[in-house]
């Protein structure tokens, strides 16, 4: 697989969809996810590298989760274990629904799901749950929602491993390296 395609990232959509399944924008977004502040939302999440400061609401390729009636937020997940996972949002969604690059004001927000869907991620988990264990990934490996709702191994996980019931999101198809960060992964929801 050649992986010169990731020049497509940018720093609003940090997602590149490769052979899309399915595109879905029909459920609004929750108030919280618009205003998260993904930097402080655990240790883990402040050692991110790959997490810029000062970043605000979704972040395209954060696993999403129904979390009311209609409305997804941030897949945050305890042991990778969470229903009512959609799919992977496909552009950074921050501010009011007004303000929102994702969906020019429409209030809702555009994610990707179906098991065929192929895609390259510029921001997933770094570190081990306790937030000072560099993570690798290896090509097959299942992927699951850490707690700050983002794609991680199950070395991510509070317990470095998935709990019985854990919900895979994504399969690793070309892991991250040095000269190209960014992961190749096909969903699983």
């Known amino acids: ?11 609003v959509r940090d997602l590149n969809p ?5 595109l879905n924008a029909f459920c609004a977004i929750s108030d919280t996810a618009l205003e998260q ?26 696993v999403l989760a129904i979390v009311d009636a209609a409305t997804v937020g ?11 996972i959609v799919g992977i949002a496909v552009r950074n969604s921050f501010g009011d629904h007004f303000e929102s ?25 770094t570190v081990a749950f306790n937030a000072t264990t560099p993570l690798t990934y ?15 191994n199950a070395a991510g996980l509070e317990d470095g491993a998935a709990d019985a019931g854990a919900t895979v ?8 390296t040095n000269s190209n960060p960014v992961m190749t992964v096909q969903l699983r929801v």
């Open 1 to 11: 697989m050649s992986r010169g395609v990731s020049n497509k990232i940018t720093a």
């Open 18 to 22: 490769l052979y899309r399944g399915t």
């Open 37 to 62: 502040d993904n930097k402080s939302l655990s240790a883990q999440a402040a050692a991110n590298s790959l997490i810029a400061a000062g970043s605000i609401g979704i972040i395209a390729g954060s």
């Open 74 to 84: 941030a897949a945050r997940a305890e042991n990778g274990v969470l229903d009512g």
């Open 101 to 125: 690059v994702n969906s020019n004001g429409s209030g809702g927000i555009t994610y990707l799901h179906g098991t065929n869907t192929l895609v390259e991620v510029a921001v997933f988990e």
């Open 138 to 152: 290896t090509a097959g490996e299942n992927l699951y929602a850490s707690q700050n709702g983002l794609l991680t």
């Open 169 to 176: 999101v994504a399969i690793v198809i070309d892991p991250p």
